[in-house]
């Protein structure tokens, strides 16, 4: 267990570093070659620990779950760092957990999974705190740009295509392996990523070596690295506390960003970060009882 907790941990700190890294990297990418960077690299990573294992290319049980996978997780990390480019980090960051209610939404209507109470409790408590944060009106001037609810409103896409390749994970998770998995998802990920990334390739500077700094730990670290850390993390300990652990990560993701960024820390985004984090959260729990309720059954 005490691994297990170690490698989530290390999950934490990598994930808190994502928003504020991709935001260093606006002055010299664009954001769909910063989402292809980052998965070009994370698919190497997870690549490599799946080969390093002595699996090979005929142990993967190919499958159309990949394909909407694959294609799930390209809009997710495409639309992400699109809509970091318009709204800030700290609110992204929230705004993004929306992702759970979408996979949850995904399981039900397709792999015909029992809501409960519970859960509708937790995924409406998301929803309002997403609302607070889009449709709030602050004080502060420069937060009534439209661009910030633009970049809210991609977030929310964004969270999307993380609910659709996680469904398809799900689907695949009960034959095959995490690697086995990933590692054709994040291929066609670079596919298309790197296919958006041609068509609207913008060279804002010329990059320096902190700029490819910043892309190694982003792509390595913080996604190839973060991935297969999950997948150990998974393997040692209970789903309600890898949960709880993840679901925890805008904390410190609002902190980093206030820190680095200078991004202001608004009453909106404490209040809407506070539904959307108990709703997760208690997602998260409504699931781990009906495991036991049906264990028990």
């Known amino acids: 267990m005490g691994i297990g907790i170690l490698c989530m941990l290390g999950v934490f700190a990598l994930w808190t570093v994502i928003p504020v890294l991709v935001k260093l990297l606006f002055p010299v990418f664009d954001p769909f070659t910063i989402a292809f960077l980052r998965l070009l690299q994370g698919a190497a990573v997870v690549s490599a620990?799946?080969?390093?294992?002595?699996?090979?290319?005929?142990?993967?049980?190919?499958?159309?779950?990949?394909?909407?996978?694959?294609?799930?997780?390209?809009?997710n990390f495409s639309l992400y760092a699109l809509a970091l480019s318009y709204t800030t980090a700290s609110a992204g960051s929230l705004v993004v957990q929306v992702q759970y209610v979408a996979l949850t939404v995904l399981a039900v209507a397709v792999l015909r999974e029992r809501l409960g109470a519970g859960k509708m409790v937790g995924m409406a408590l998301v929803l309002a705190g997403v609302a607070v944060i889009v449709g709030a009106r602050e004080d502060v001037g420069h937060l009534f740009a439209p661009r910030y609810v633009l970049g809210n409103v991609l977030m929310l896409l964004a969270g999307l295509g993380w609910g659709i390749y996680a469904l398809a994970n799900k689907a695949l998770a009960q034959r095959v392996?995490?690697?086995?998995?990933?590692?054709?998802?994040?291929?066609?990920?670079v596919v298309v990523t790197g296919a958006l990334a041609a068509t609207h390739f913008q060279l804002h500077s010329e990059p320096t070596v902190t700029a490819w700094i910043v892309v190694l730990v982003l792509g390595v670290l913080?996604?190839?690295?973060?991935?297969?850390?999950?997948?150990?993390?998974m393997k040692r300990l209970s789903a309600v506390l890898v949960g709880t652990l993840t679901a925890t990560a805008p904390i410190g993701q609002i902190a980093l960003a206030h820190w680095v960024l200078g991004e202001p820390v608004t009453w909106s985004l404490i209040g809407g970060g506070v539904l959307i984090l108990a709703g997760v959260l208690g997602m998260v729990y409504a699931e781990r009882f009906q495991h036991r309720r049906r264990d028990r059954g």
């Open 49 to 75: 620990a799946f080969f390093v294992r002595g699996h090979t290319l005929r142990d993967i049980q190919w499958s159309w779950w990949h394909v909407i996978g694959g294609l799930g997780m390209s809009l």
């Open 177 to 189: 392996g995490t690697a086995a998995i990933l590692a054709p998802m994040m291929a066609m990920g």
């Open 222 to 233: 913080a996604t190839g690295c973060a991935f297969v850390l999950v997948s150990e993390g």
